[in-house]
């Protein structure tokens, strides 16, 4: 900065004319490229863009200071020099690489727009128009469509960085803060279609390089009877006298629209230019799902079944196709969705099946049939499993014991007359007998009297019921359970039972035993004190099928800070007296359980204060109860290899043949006549009102590089999906010949076959996903997978894939062939340092086993 060389200029000079002078000056070589800036302060210096302009033009004034900047061989600038993804510079300058061989750093989220810059890339006519600096003479500054040529410089940044053969990775960050300068949809760091990005870059580098200045206005005409090589000519000189660029020669080509009106049968014939072709992939009736049947049978396994089911179905559907598999009745099942151990969503029978995610672990539960009668005498519980920790949770104002749920939730019936704590438990235990073992008799009296305290305070608190520390409380009786079992039953050890007296709501009478709950938050349990009439054979862990409770009224409190009187102790046994019935219900307390119980949310957390208005429990939401495992207990007891145990159905055993179509198929429902839809109707000249009119395209004319968009993403009224769908396209020799009208080969028209130059794909689903992309380097001849900074080298039998998005492709009269030989082990890596940086990755796409080291987007 110090060798200041001064000379003198005319106003009317153009700021090129100073280039010159000043390359000649400072010596420079012919045919490099520079750039000026204009000194503006002693801290700010300005791009001096526009290099057509005058000095006058451009505030240049005497005595400033004006730079001249030259790239360096690498590609950057030394103003701007990315930060380089090595240890070191010297590393950097010395790698020797592959030309276009060269990764794009992840700046969070932005894998889409790397993966569409490595196709352009690796696109011939695009890339060496730009490597030899064509452009600059084509920079359109004044247009008011464009972004003032920023556009273009950004784009010829990456591309001559990433062709220099010196990088292995180019971080694309000025070109992400320009592209979000002018396209607002892109600024931050969301995730974006690839397809978005590259319709806007495409338009963007077209007005940056259009070399119309001033367009004129034409008026569009009509056929009007005329033939179409005449119309097609006349639209094509039309397009051309207000668009012509770079992007124009590569990538516009032209289609015919026919319109007919279905009323006076007008037909309208236009031509219209097109920069890619986006076409529908065809959309299967129905979808395939993998779900898990939990049955009645508390000693069977869940069973895994793969469905079909239409795609535009309800839930009761695919109950209908599960109950043909397991002769259970439609109305018995209830699906639900679990998540983290809770119930995420139960779901009613009437709601769609776009709802649910391939992704989602659905179960579907069979329930009894009193359950799912609107009057019926069963109530459905959902159930959790919970392990409560050593150690009290002082610091949030009790001195309750924290705990964490685990395992798969369940969904059961339980008969309303056994809504009592004893009853509960003994139906629980029942349920689960598939991987809890009950204690024996000799087991439960070595735990008798063990961790009395903890266990009385856990039990007390669970339930935010006071059990009175088994003092006799006139206002309060308590009943003994253990009176009415003779001293050899076995009682739960609680004082208050959630006695759950509510129906299944109509929206969700579908509940499930493996695991899944609704996600109603502010329900309600009463817990009771019940006097059982159960006799010795509870000794055995199983519920008497005659056992009672205490009816509850509707002046009973619910689970609050006070316990509501049920009978008395003289009421249910009168010849206990209250003296033996105290002394017997501590003994009968001293006795540890398996498992407590306690109401809770439908999160599984118990929420403080629950019931404490004193109002009976709400009829209208779905009731919660968690079971309460001591760690101790838990692990004597459960058995959690066989609580994960289940069973594949033989659905499952007949492999999954993924839909495969052709390209040439999409192709062909592009050019299938159409109904248009109400919202975008057709005005009709001759009727002179909008009409539903029926359109057909067809391919007139393609251009040197066709780009061809398969819609994957398909959105309507009723639902949005992702068509994961296999389209087997040709690597080589795509014929067109069969699509065009205009006939290829006739008056010098050039060829219609193409080869495939690059594909972009996406893996994942509708709400994430991850992009990458195969392309082949023109200079050798060789496909290189890219995924984000991370090259490779990529075989032609891995490129078809049921992730292809984007398709590039040259047409065969274009091609250069290599002027280098190809690698001479293509089974190998490109080499790259052992340090080398990569996006950041994720392992859980969309349950594909294809898709695993991921970017989570």
């Known amino acids: 900065m110090e060798n200041v060389v001064k000379a003198h200029f005319s106003r009317a000079d153009h700021i090129y004319t100073i280039q010159k002078v000043m390359m000649k000056q400072f010596e420079v070589v012919e045919g490099a490229e520079t750039r000026l800036w204009m000194k503006s302060s002693d801290t700010s210096c300005e791009r001096l863009r526009n290099i057509h302009i005058t000095v006058l033009d451009s505030c240049l004034s005497s005595g400033m200071t004006v730079i001249m900047e030259m790239r360096n061989a690498d590609g950057t600038w030394p103003s701007s020099r990315p930060q380089i993804m090595r240890n070191s510079v010297e590393d950097q300058d010395s790698y020797r690489g592959q030309p276009g061989v060269c990764g794009l750093t992840n700046l969070g989220n932005t894998c889409f727009m790397n993966s569409a810059l490595q196709c352009l890339s690796n696109t011939p006519p695009l890339t060496e128009y730009f490597l030899r600096s064509a452009y600059l003479e084509e920079l359109n500054f004044t247009n008011p469509l464009g972004m003032k040529g920023e556009i273009a410089e950004a784009y010829a940044d990456v591309v001559k960085q990433m062709w220099s053969g010196r990088h292995y990775s180019v971080v694309p960050r000025i070109f992400k803060t320009k592209v979000g300068h002018?396209?607002?949809?892109?600024?931050?760091?969301?995730?974006?279609?690839?397809?978005?990005?590259?319709?806007?870059?495409?338009?963007?580098?077209?007005e940056d390089l259009n070399r119309v200045k001033n367009k004129e206005y034409i008026e569009l005409k009509d056929a009007n009877g005329r033939p179409d090589q005449e119309v097609a000519e006349e639209a094509w000189r039309n397009h051309r006298r207000r668009n012509d660029s770079v992007i124009v020669d590569t990538f516009h080509g032209l289609f015919k629209s026919t319109l007919v009106c279905p009323e006076c049968c007008k037909v309208s014939v236009t031509f219209d230019p097109f920069c890619y072709l986006s076409v529908p992939l065809p959309v299967s009736k129905d979808?395939?799902?993998?779900?898990?049947?939990?049955?009645?049978?508390?000693?069977?396994?869940?069973?895994?079944?793969?469905?079909?089911?239409?795609?535009?179905?309800?839930?009761?559907?695919?109950?209908?196709a599960l109950s043909e598999m397991t002769n259970v009745p439609a109305n018995q099942m209830v699906v639900a969705d679990v998540f983290n151990h809770r119930f995420y969503k139960i779901y009613h029978a009437d709601e769609s099946l776009s709802c649910i995610l391939d992704r989602d672990d659905i179960f579907v539960y069979e329930l009894s049939s009193g359950s799912v009668e609107e009057d019926g005498d069963e109530v459905v519980l959902a159930l959790y499993l919970r392990e409560r920790s050593h150690y009290r949770d002082y610091g949030s104002g009790s001195s309750s014991y924290g705990t964490s749920l685990f395992g798969h939730p369940l969904l059961m019936a339980v008969p309303r007359g056994q809504c009592t704590r004893d009853a509960l438990y003994h139906l629980f235990l029942q349920r689960l007998e598939r991987y809890v073992r009950p204690p024996d008799l000799s087991e439960e009296v070595e735990e008798e009297g063990e961790d009395d305290d903890d266990e009385e305070l856990y039990k007390t608190?669970?339930?935010?019921?006071?059990?009175?520390?088994?003092?006799?409380?006139?206002?309060?009786?308590?009943?003994?359970?253990?009176?009415?079992?003779?001293?050899?039953?076995?009682?739960?050890?609680?004082?208050?039972?959630?006695?759950?007296?509510?129906?299944?709501?109509?929206?969700?009478?579908?509940?499930?035993?493996?695991?899944?709950a609704s996600a109603e938050d502010q329900d309600s349990i009463e817990l009771r004190a019940g006097c059982s009439t159960d006799d010795i054979a509870s000794a055995s862990y199983r519920a008497s099928a005659d056992a009672s409770s205490t009816s509850l009224t509707d002046s009973q409190q619910g689970s609050g800070c006070q316990q509501q009187p049920s009978k008395t102790e003289s009421d249910c046994c009168p010849q206990v007296n209250e003296r033996q019935a105290k002394?017997?219900?501590?003994?009968?307390?001293?006795?540890?359980?398996?498992?407590?119980?306690?109401?809770?949310?439908?999160?599984?957390?118990?929420?403080?204060?629950?019931?404490?208005?004193?109002?009976?429990?709400?009829?209208?939401?779905?009731?919660?109860?968690?079971?309460?495992?001591?760690?101790?207990?838990?692990?004597?007891?459960?058995?959690?290899?066989?609580?994960?145990?289940?069973?594949?159905?033989?659905?499952?055993?007949?492999?999954?043949?993924?839909?495969?179509?052709?390209?040439?198929?999409?192709?062909?429902?592009?050019?299938?006549?159409?109904?248009?839809?109400?919202?975008?109707?057709?005005?009709?000249?001759?009727?002179?009102?909008?009409?539903?009119?029926?359109?057909?395209?067809?391919?007139?004319?393609?251009?040197?590089?066709?780009?061809?968009?398969?819609?994957?993403?398909?959105?309507?009224?009723?639902?949005?999906?992702?068509?994961?769908?296999?389209?087997?396209?040709?690597?080589?020799?795509?014929?067109?010949?069969?699509?065009?009208?205009?006939?290829?080969?006739?008056?010098?028209?050039?060829?219609?076959?193409?080869?495939?130059?690059?594909?972009?794909?996406?893996?994942?689903?509708?709400?994430?996903?991850?992009?990458?992309?195969?392309?082949?380097?023109?200079?050798?001849?060789?496909?290189?997978?890219?995924?984000?900074?991370?090259?490779?080298?990529?075989?032609?039998?891995?490129?078809?894939?049921?992730?292809?998005?984007?398709?590039?492709?040259?047409?065969?009269?274009?091609?250069?062939?290599?002027?280098?030989?190809?690698?001479?082990?293509?089974?190998?890596?490109?080499?790259?340092?052992?340090?080398?940086v990569t996006s950041l990755k994720y392992d859980a796409m969309e349950g594909t086993t294809s898709c695993v080291n991921m970017e989570t987007d």
Not at 199 to 206: K, Q, V, Y
Not at 795 to 806: C, H, P, S
Request: with cysteine; hydrophobic share 30%; glycine share 6%.
């Open 182 to 206: 002018f396209a607002s949809q892109f600024l931050g760091y969301q995730q974006h279609d690839s397809q978005e990005l590259l319709s806007f870059l495409l338009d963007g580098l077209h």
């Open 287 to 320: 979808r395939v799902m993998e779900i898990f049947f939990v049955s009645l049978d508390p000693v069977a396994k869940p069973v895994q079944h793969r469905l079909v089911v239409p795609k535009a179905g309800k839930v009761f559907d695919l109950c209908s």
């Open 461 to 516: 608190q669970t339930n935010g019921v006071s059990d009175g520390d088994c003092e006799d409380d006139g206002e309060r009786p308590r009943t003994s359970e253990r009176d009415n079992h003779c001293d050899g039953g076995h009682g739960d050890g609680q004082a208050d039972v959630p006695a759950v007296t509510q129906t299944w709501p109509e929206s969700a009478q579908n509940p499930k035993s493996a695991g899944q």
């Open 583 to 836: 002394r017997k219900g501590c003994e009968f307390r001293r006795r540890k359980l398996l498992f407590t119980i306690q109401a809770v949310n439908s999160n599984g957390t118990t929420e403080r204060g629950m019931g404490e208005d004193g109002s009976a429990f709400s009829f209208s939401s779905q009731p919660y109860v968690a079971i309460d495992w001591d760690p101790d207990m838990k692990k004597k007891y459960y058995n959690e290899n066989e609580a994960e145990k289940y069973v594949k159905h033989q659905s499952m055993e007949v492999p999954h043949q993924q839909t495969t179509v052709q390209l040439q198929e999409c192709i062909e429902l592009f050019t299938t006549v159409e109904t248009l839809e109400e919202e975008n109707p057709w005005y009709c000249p001759t009727c002179k009102k909008h009409q539903l009119a029926t359109k057909k395209l067809d391919l007139w004319s393609l251009p040197e590089v066709l780009i061809i968009h398969l819609k994957r993403f398909s959105y309507t009224k009723y639902s949005r999906e992702k068509l994961d769908i296999i389209v087997d396209f040709p690597l080589r020799h795509l014929d067109f010949s069969g699509f065009l009208l205009k006939k290829a080969g006739t008056n010098g028209e050039p060829p219609s076959r193409y080869d495939l130059i690059a594909v972009s794909n996406h893996y994942g689903g509708l709400r994430d996903g991850h992009y990458t992309s195969y392309a082949w380097n023109k200079d050798n001849g060789q496909w290189y997978y890219f995924d984000d900074s991370k090259v490779t080298y990529a075989k032609e039998e891995q490129i078809v894939t049921n992730a292809a998005y984007l398709l590039f492709y040259h047409r065969q009269d274009k091609i250069r062939q290599p002027t280098l030989p190809a690698p001479s082990d293509s089974s190998s890596p490109p080499s790259q340092p052992a340090n080398d």
